[in-house]
């Protein structure tokens, strides 16, 4: 079951509308009080903090209650928030990436797909705003010749003992770096999420951001053409 056609799109909206108070201003619309929604600027906003600004990182945001200290950001929003205002956005959502060892233990890796996502933060510093993109607070320990890219790959459904759940609502897997296979947001550069089998590979860059709990809109949009 995907979040592809325009009824569990339409269930996703009307369900968050309720829950959450959805109000309209304009073209602005909230589908969460963490998530607006500006169609005509093609933009989704979420409010997020500042989480992990040193070591390792797994996710570039994530639910609150699950993976702050492997995260750079943190919201209060759930992922489900997040997956209705890129579809309402006209992103089409993909597949998230997954990764195995073969028989002879040789690493097979399958990219996630979907629509191209550009991220970028937002913050105020010394009373001045400021916005960078997301890579600027991204260090790569395994640096190639592929720049920091990220698609709408759109989580999926699990069957619980409660029923179908959203993958993402369970685990807070928002915008992944690392690749457990149910990211809303995912980075197109598969890494296990076992350092047994491959060694970390995003830090944070700590010299240019800003310090942990300092509020944050993180900007996901379609790419901008140069």
Partial sequence: MRLVSAGPLFFLLATLWVQSGCSATGSSMALHEAVR???????????????????DLEQVCCARGTREHESLLVTNAPASAVQAGLLALGLQPGQPGFWRQGPAGALEEQPPQGSAVEMRVRWQEGGVQREAPIDAWLDDRRPGPDALRFVFAGSRFVRTPQGERFAADLSGSIVGLVTFGDEVVACVQVVPDRVDVAPPRWRARSAVMPPEGTPVTMILRRPVAP
Wanted: glycine residues 10%.
């Fill in 37 to 55: 929604l500006h169609h005509d600027e093609g933009q989704l906003h979420v409010q997020a903090e500042v989480s992990c600004t040193r070591g």
